[in-house]
């Protein structure tokens, strides 16, 4: 059975943190994605990788970094945590010629 | 990046109704990808499409990939109460890399 597995379901952190959100896959994958959810907004590419320690951006990388130091593992920083930030955070990952499996998600509030 | 446009943006039916959503973009896609949310959780897929003209069934649901490649549709039949979610198109474009979704369909069963 599949398993994109999220660290966290919920978090709470105060502005100005730096936040780390991580996602496991043990698929061999080699593409994985983060994305953030906001009602209306459906989902948001911040980053993706196609390989290990290669990235790129996605329509909103403002504010995010990421890493990939190994094919399995990718992981998701907020560099210094704003209020707006505060959102539901999903990874997925996919081969080049498949579907993306999805983690849980995880609900990070900044406060 | 590619722009989905899914609609409509809600949906409010009785139990027993046929459903219908669909998504459209200016970008073509080599693979377009449904996938239903409930809440609190990750996405989960329900149909992928590889070839354009495609029309596939996952038992109420079929879905069907645009001869143009810019748009795909999902139609349920005879809803039911547990088909209550969101509902999302997903797009992969030719680089096979990144993906993109819609802003989702949000669908209410009365029963």
């Known amino acids: 059975d599949v398993k994109v597995t999220q660290s966290s379901r919920y978090l709470v952190k105060r502005t100005g943190e730096k936040v780390f959100l991580e996602c496991v896959q043990d698929?061999?994958?080699?593409?994985m994605f983060w994305y953030r959810q906001d009602p209306g907004l459906g989902l948001r590419l911040i980053y993706f990788?196609?390989?290990?320690?290669?990235?790129e951006k996605g329509d909103i990388p403002e504010g995010y970094s990421v890493s990939r130091e190994k094919k399995e593992r990718f992981s998701l920083i907020l560099e210094s945590a704003s209020t707006n930030q505060t959102s539901m955070y999903l990874c997925a990952s996919r081969t080049d010629h498949t579907e993306a499996f999805f983690g849980q998600g995880t609900r990070l509030t900044v406060v | 990046g590619q722009q989905l446009n899914q609609s409509p943006q809600s949906m409010f039916i009785q139990e027993g109704e046929d459903v219908s959503m669909n998504c459209t973009s200016s970008?073509?896609?080599?693979?377009w990808l449904w996938y239903k949310q409930d809440p609190g959780e990750g996405p989960v897929l329900l149909i992928a499409l590889y070839k354009a003209g495609e029309l596939t069934s996952n038992g109420r649901l079929t879905a069907q990939f645009g001869i143009t490649r810019k748009d795909s549709f999902l139609n349920i039949s005879a809803s039911i109460p547990s088909d209550v979610g969101i509902y999302f198109c997903a797009g992969v474009p030719y680089n096979n890399n990144d993906m993109r979704f819609g802003a989702g369909t949000r669908l209410t069963v009365k029963p």
């Open positions: 970008s073509i896609f080599n693979t």
């Open positions: 990788s196609y390989d290990v320690k290669m990235k």
């Open positions: 698929m061999d994958h080699e593409n």
